[in-house]
């Protein structure tokens, strides 16, 4: 009967909106998810970037550091040359002309 049918048709419409709700709630739940997942991933990036940083900053300060070192080496390197050189004069000013050795050194 007509009755019979729509009735039939009512609960086909009931079992498919249910249907839908079922997918949109499990929609739902997939994109909190996916959202939490994002949110993690960018919590973690965000510590990966701070970590690279303070990474940065350490290489920057250890440059720093060799650099003042090697420029102290290089500056003590060449007061030790400079005073090489003044008591090479020095000795070369005291020594009498004609008291080198045969090999061309002073004595």
Known sequence: ?????????AQAKVG?????ATRLAL??????????????A???LRAALSEL????RASQLALAKATAERRAAAQALAREEEAR???ERELAEASPAGE???SGGLV
Do not use: F, N, Q, V
């Not at 498919?16 to 839908?20: H, R, S």
């Not at 929609?27 to 993690?40: C, I, V």
């Open 53 to 56: 940083d303070a990474t940065e």
């Open 1 to 9: 009967s007509a009755g019979e049918g729509r009735a039939e048709e």
């Open 16 to 20: 498919a909106a249910k249907e839908g």
């Open 85 to 87: 050189d003044t008591r």
């Open 27 to 40: 929609d739902k739940k997939s994109l909190g998810a996916a959202a939490r997942r994002k949110k993690k």
């Open 100 to 102: 080198e050795e045969e």
């Open 42 to 44: 960018a919590a973690g």
